[in-house]
């Protein structure tokens, strides 16, 4: 019989407790106040959900790191993204001098070659299986964990969203994108496993879903019956997709009762010559059309825009962002074109141009981190905040307040409208300090020794 080994698996530390990354702040150049903070790791929770041997740490402080490893462990394992790689590398060698034999690394920094050394072992992908396996056990069946976040004011939870992924990977192949490196085949998550998440989410209470899948909709099947089921636990739901998917499903996915709030749209650009070059399969005035289609709905659209591609000149971003604002999106966000690790992006920018920026933690999409060929890094900085106060300009609140109203009552009449206060009641007084768990109540997995 094989020895339990003590495993501890951690994201990054946090430098301070306001360096949590907030999706709107990181969008907008006034001063928002609306939350969307990342303050738990999905990842690290479908492996403890599924391998509860596993103790895990989400977005510690350094004190909190260090008071854990102090408990002694065999193995630590770090989930990271590509600009946590110094904090990375720092925890790594403290865990060393601390004792640890083994040394893991996951998630998608762990495409970066050159840190590659620093890690015993390391995963791609959604690894469950693999790690199950490599500490001595096999799992049959994967269980989705509760998963749920606060989202609205700092002093006012608008909301409380229960999130959820229904396929994981991506079998297309953007040419900027890591999810092909990362996980290019897709898996399902068993549909079992998601009746009981959302089943529990409405038990307790949390009547919005967010699905964050690569895009859903790749699985038509699946998808088809995920809906189904959203529909059955009278859910409002938003989620990820694609352009050229919305054409086809919107129908069956917005009939009218279903509680579609809102789609997060990858628009990416508004130059079609872009769009080819990323092999993006998608048509500007395709994207155009849906995002008209979503307002007459009053769904809510997060668009998604990158600036700064290399056929792209100071003029032709500013006359396509200018497109952007037209779309009166309720909310955009605008990164600066990126290439990262194991990209086809990445080989073609190195080859062509070449990448000067060393530090890691500038690759978060809001930096210029190449030579590109008629514009510098100062003027791209200056693009994104014009880019920014064209796309979000503070009156897209009063949009986005506009449509939650209007989708309330036509998902459930005016009676919504009671929901939603009742829902702002529990969100900020009954749930004020709800503690979420880890796992849940009964701990089910479907692990054996091997
Ligand atoms: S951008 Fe979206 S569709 Fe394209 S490869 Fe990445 S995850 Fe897949």
Redo the contacts with the bound molecule.
């Keep these: 019989m094989p020895t339990e080994k003590r495993v501890l698996f951690t994201t990054s530390y946090i430098r301070d407790k306001n360096d949590i990354y907030n999706w709107m702040q990181t969008n907008v150049t006034w001063n928002s106040k609306l939350h969307a903070d990342r303050t738990i790791s999905p990842g690290l929770r479908f492996i403890k959900q599924n391998i509860p041997q596993i103790e895990i740490l989400e977005y510690p402080t350094w004190e909190q790191y260090m008071s854990k490893l102090k408990e002694g462990w065999d193995i630590v394992g770090f989930s990271f993204y590509l600009n946590e790689v110094a904090e990375v590398i720092k925890m790594i060698e403290t865990a060393r001098k601390n004792g640890v034999n083994e040394i893991w690394g996951g998630n998608y920094g762990i495409l970066t070659k050159e840190v590659q050394p620093y890690f015993d072992r390391i995963f791609t992908g959604y690894a469950e299986h693999e790690i199950a396996r490599a500490l001595d056990y096999e799992i049959k069946e994967i269980f989705h964990p509760p998963l749920i976040v606060p989202a609205g004011l700092p002093n006012l939870h608008i909301n409380w969203m229960g999130v959820l992924f229904t396929t994981r990977g991506?079998?297309?192949?953007?040419r900027?994108?890591?999810?092909?490196s990362f996980a290019n085949k897709v898996t399902k998550v068993p549909i079992e496993s998601i009746e009981r998440v959302l089943a529990y989410y409405r038990k307790i209470g949390v009547g919005g879903v967010v699905i964050l899948d690569?895009?859903f909709g790749m699985n038509t099947k699946h998808a088809g019956q995920v809906v189904e089921l959203i529909k059955k636990y009278r859910h409002f739901w938003w989620t990820?997709t694609?352009a050229d998917l919305i054409y086809k499903k919107l129908d069956s996915w917005d009939d009218g009762h279903l509680g579609l709030g809102g789609l997060g749209l990858?628009l990416?650009s508004f130059n079609q010559a872009v769009l080819e070059k990323i092999?993006?399969k998608a048509e500007a005035e395709e994207v155009i059309e849906i995002v008209k289609d979503l307002h007459s709905r009053g769904i809510g659209i997060i668009g998604y825009y990158m600036i700064g591609f290399d056929i792209e000149t100071p003029e032709s971003i500013k006359r396509d962002l200018e497109k952007v604002r037209e779309l009166k999106l309720d909310a955009t966000q605008i990164c600066i074109i990126t290439p990262l690790p194991e990209t086809p992006l990445w080989d073609e920018i190195e080859h062509k141009y070449g990448i000067f920026e060393k530090d890691y933690r500038k690759y978060n999409a809001k930096h210029l981190v190449w030579n590109h060929p008629t514009i510098s890094p100062e003027e791209m900085q200056k693009l994104l905040h014009y880019g920014f106060d064209m796309a979000n300009p503070r009156r897209s609140v009063f949009r986005r307040l506009d449509k939650i109203i209007l989708g309330t009552v036509k998902t459930y009449g005016y009676s919504g409208i009671t929901s939603l206060i009742k829902n702002l009641y529990r969100s900020n007084v009954v749930y004020r300090n709800l503690k979420q768990p880890v796992l849940f109540d009964g701990h089910k997995t479907d692990i054996q020794r091997i």
Excluded: H
Aim: charged share 20%; proline share 6%.
């Design positions: 991506c079998a297309y192949s953007c900027f994108c890591q999810s092909p690569e895009f990820m694609r990858g990416e092999n993006k």
